[in-house]
């Protein structure tokens, strides 16, 4: 699977966009984008995932580039529930049965 | 739809001493996780089952930690003799199954256990 750099930690204010970005830029044809956050004391919960088009659900929007070798989870209005910590990871989509593998995150604190 | 359920919630236990932990996963899903979170870090795999048998326990210390998934439904996580650094939350998760897409890789988890081991 290929290695994702978020920045460990973000802010954002109460109402406004929360972007935040992942770069893969080792990331192959056949690998899609996901999005995972974890709130505290909480399992990580899913949020999106995307192979090449932009993506768009109840929860938020990911934008990949054309390249394919970043992307950015977009959260349009954020509120003090969407403090957490949110991890990018990219994988296979057909990898057999191997699970996700987590990296750190980033933790973002939306400021009321 | 019910969710993944976890117990207990919080253990505290001493050092050399045994504990359990207990996962019911999401009706139907064929595969769980046992994944290990220390604090300040992402969850790290533990072991991975499909129905009852195991797929993934490269991660797991055998020497202390031993899980099983009987009838392909619950599943426990031992640990014996616990240590310091077994402190840690252990997040149970499960998923549909591995044929299914991109589809299959949407993990459910449960809110874990947070063990502190004194």
């Known amino acids: 699977d290929a290695k994702t750099t978020q920045p460990p930690s973000m802010d954002c204010a109460e109402g406004r966009a929360a972007n935040l970005p992942c770069n893969h830029s080792?990331?192959?044809?056949?690998?899609?984008v996901y999005w995972y956050r974890q709130i505290h004391s909480q399992g990580p919960q899913y949020i999106i995932h995307?192979?090449?088009n932009n993506e768009t659900n109840e929860m938020a929007s990911l934008i990949i580039t054309e390249d394919r070798k970043s992307s950015t989870l977009i959260l349009p209005h954020a509120t003090l529930r969407d403090t957490a910590v949110y991890y990018c990871?990219?994988?296979?989509?057909?990898?057999?049965?191997?699970?996700?593998?987590f990296g750190s995150g980033t933790r973002l604190q939306v400021q009321p | 739809e019910a969710g993944v359920a976890q117990s207990p919630r919080y253990k505290i236990i001493e050092k050399r001493q045994s504990v359990a932990f207990w996962c019911n996963p999401i009706?139907?899903?064929?595969?769980l996780y046992w994944y290990q979170q220390i604090l300040g870090q992402g969850p790290k795999l533990l072991i991975q089952?499909?129905?009852?048998?195991?797929?993934?326990d490269s991660q797991l210390p055998k020497d202390r930690f031993s899980a099983e998934r009987l009838k392909g439904v619950d599943s426990t996580l031992k640990i014996q003799p616990a240590k310091l650094e077994d402190s840690a939350v252990y997040l149970c998760?499960?998923?549909?199954?591995?044929?299914?897409?991109?589809?299959?890789?949407?993990?459910?988890f449960g809110s874990g256990t947070q063990l502190s081991v004194l």
């Open positions: 998760a499960s998923s549909p199954g591995p044929d299914r897409g991109a589809t299959n890789e949407k993990l459910f």
């Open positions: 080792t990331i192959s044809g056949n690998e899609y």
């Open positions: 995307g192979l090449k």
């Open positions: 990871i990219v994988r296979v989509a057909s990898a057999g049965r191997r699970a996700l593998t």
């Open positions: 009706s139907g899903h064929a595969t």
């Open positions: 089952f499909q129905n009852n048998g195991v797929v993934d």
